[in-house]
């Protein structure tokens, strides 16, 4: 017994250490001082006590250990302390607070009971816990009753007008930080989760949010009071029941409880219950790179359901990445734990690695001396497994531009690929999104924005759709010319406004409002012009194209960031790109054994485009202007064409993202003229295929020529063809805005 109590000692003397170096006290006197200048003065004192566990462990080895595996008894190790101190700090402050109580207390007509050196806070199920429970119990009421009474003894009247603070008011939850990520502390699958549990324990969880429910009360304290008048049971807040994560919610609302002192029932105040909302997430384990785990692709992961309370709800998205310390409390056998988030990490910023891959350090240094030839090199050789290197160029391009744009705070660059040979299109969109920090393959099983669902006992979820749960990643769409109308009508209005619509079904919607969450991916389609109804014969092709449209409207290649047609009218490039890739395909076929290998190691390949996506740009004054002088030039001269408006208006936002992307994937931290050019120029092969002619004499080039050497693509004749356009912009723009150039 005797060393049973030192090694307590022990414990609450690094506890006190512990919570004055990492400013646990200061945070507890703020909390006092704040709490005193309110009127009236809340119930509850609020004091989350921040754990860093590396940081305890420095502290006291055993302590840490107590967080990790004993959480409850070290939450209540935490309380006693806090508790103690709070009555000092209150002590030194009480000259200058003033009471703010309602309650005028009654004098005591019962002896009050005497201390124990018991510890704990709500009772269990379990007989076992229900008796050790119920004497740790018995402490803090004790310690309660000495608190109201001026004198400390059980002789002395509790009769006093001054603010006082119980031990059961204090409400001093654990948030537990800096858990090493081992996995025997982590929580992957359900698997994981102990059968037999006794106890609560700590761990870590990592996962992507799948569904979302919507928030439910929970009751967070009640007050309650003795229904003898003459008992001191009735004495200010004596008998208040404060939810704590371990526990069931039930503990916190008392049934047909009795009063410690007297033994009369105990009645709840009405007016002293306080609600917060609480949710549920169903969470899958974060993929992983399907290049380092092929097996990922097909594989299957059971869910896991975590609670989240109070300003734990804060932006959470279906989609999202979520990281969370957990609590895992046990049930009755044979229900496995439940989960209940102690506190949730912030994300971890992107740290990709410090210095390039050996393969793409060699490739900058050589393409140092041209503001273009490295983009154009990667977009050469990106996917050269799929198709031969040069073929699709600009669709490559696009790709890699819009993998250069994921990002989890806002929507990704999104592309539409447009062209009869779909089986090629959709090879290369499945192949890009394997280099995208998190990937979607669309269905047409699958919702696009997500779906409300009504479980039989009457909780409502909200599942995401493709382009939610694609969060800072790529949604491959597919064959866009496939979709329903109703479902084209969602991606567009989704990628025009940034903004997911998830609609309640009919016999939800008058319980539950339409949900709204922000788009935060890169949406990849392709499109068949000819898809669509059959033409009659009266049918004539489109005036400047000549070949089929289709059901192809202009709002969907506005809607789409940038627009790649990968046909031209006379379908020369075409044909030279078809024996191109036939060729290959029958070379690839006569040798099995020996699948051909990319030309950019798939490994060295995300290194690349992790860097590059961390990059910060700004843009220079100098590209701001060309941009903003082409849009104003082309949106005046291309206002009365035939087709409308062929430039939209986001057409400048566009712009801007397209030349950041550049930037970043040359590895540049401001965005120069080159990147605005390349940006320009891209937009205006779109605008040339779509509307037969070019206002700066671009010819769509969507496959480069198989019989021209790579100094002429991609070397220094292509920079002399760049620095040429970039002339012919400049004059561009001085013609057809010189009246305002000073306002841009």
Known sequence: MTYRMEAEKALQASVVRYLHQSGGMDRLRAALVARAALSPVPKILKVPVLVNLMDVREADECLAEMVMTEPMQAQQLFHNVLYVAALSTLSALRPCITSGDDHCPPVAATALPTLNDQVSLYPQEEKSKADKDEEIESVDFDLSLQCLSPEGSPESSVADETETLTAAQIYAPL????????????????????????????????????????????????????????????VKDLHVRVFSVGHDEA?????????????????????????????????????????????????????????????????????????????????????????????????????????????????????????WSLVVTLAYMFASTVTPAGTFHTFKLALLLSLASCSSSKAGLAVLGVGSNTTLLLRLLRYGGRYAPCKVHHSSLDSVGGVCVKEPEGRVWVQGGSLLLAHGGVCVLGDFSTFRKDVRQSVCR???????????????????????????????????????????????????????????????????????????????????????????????????????????????????????????????????????????????????????????????????????????????????????????????????????????????????????????????????????????????????????????
């Not at 948030?175 to 324990?201: C, F, N, Q, Y």
């Not at 969470?283 to 609670?307: I, N, Y």
């Not at 005046?636 to 993202?657: F, M």
Request: net charge negative; with cysteine; glycine share 4%.
């Open 175 to 234: 948030r537990v930080s800096g858990i090493p990520w081992v996995k025997e502390w982590m929580v992957s699958s359900v698997r994981d989760l102990p059968l037999h549990l006794k106890e609560p324990i700590l761990a870590l969880l990592a996962g992507r949010i799948l569904a979302v429910s919507l928030p439910q009360p929970y009751t967070v304290w009640a007050r309650y009071v003795c229904s003898n008048p003459g008992c001191a049971g009735t």
């Open 251 to 371: 503990d916190t609302v008392y049934h047909h409880r009795l009063c410690r002192v007297c033994g009369f029932h105990l009645e709840e105040d009405p007016s002293s219950r306080e609600l917060s909302e609480k949710a549920q997430v169903v969470l899958v384990p974060a993929e992983g790179s399907s290049l380092t785990k092929p097996q990922a692709e097909h594989a299957r992961f059971q869910t896991l359901t975590l609670v989240l309370r109070d300003e734990m709800l804060q932006s959470v998205e279906p989609g999202q990445r979520l990281e969370a310390t957990v609590m895992m409390v046990p049930r009755a056998f044979p229900a496995l734990p439940t989960l209940e988030a102690v506190v949730v990490h912030p994300p971890r910023p992107l740290r990709p690695h410090s210095t390039l891959p050996s393969f793409f350090r060699r490739l900058v240094e050589d393409r140092q001396s041209s503001p």
């Open 494 to 744: 989704a990628l025009e406004s940034g903004v997911v619509h998830v609609q309640s079904p009919p016999h939800l919607r008058h319980k539950t409002p339409p949900f709204k969450y922000p788009l935060r991916a890169a949406a990849w389609a392709c499109y068949d012009p000819a898809h669509g109804r059959l033409r009659s014969s009266t049918e004539h092709d489109d005036t400047f194209l000549h070949v089929p449209l289709g059901d192809l409207t202009k709002s969907i290649t506005d809607i789409f960031g940038l627009v790649i047609y990968c046909e031209t009218p006379d379908g020369e490039c075409e044909r030279e790109a078809e024996e191109v890739i036939t060729l290959q395909t029958l070379l690839d076929s006569t040798n099995p054994e020996e699948p051909p290998q990319p030309l950019l190691p798939p490994d060295q390949l995300l290194q690349f485009l992790s860097i590059a996506r961390s990059l910060d740009v700004e843009f220079s004054l100098e590209a701001e202007k060309l941009i903003r002088g082409y849009y104003v030039a082309t949106r005046r001269l291309r206002g009365d064409c035939v087709q409308g408006a062929s430039v939209p208006i986001t057409a400048i936002h566009t712009l801007a993202k397209v030349a950041s992307c550049h930037a970043r994937l040359a590895l540049r931290k401001t965005v120069e003229s080159w990147d605005a050019v390349a940006a320009v120029m891209l937009s205006e092969e779109a605008l040339a295929a779509h509307s037969g002619y070019s206002l700066l004499q671009v010819k769509p080039t969507p496959h480069l020529p198989t019989h021209c050497d790579l100094h002429s693509i991609l070397g220094r004749k292509n920079d002399e063809h760049m620095l040429y356009f970039k002339r012919q912009l400049e004059d561009f723009i001085l013609t057809h805005t010189g009246d305002i150039s000073s306002d841009l």
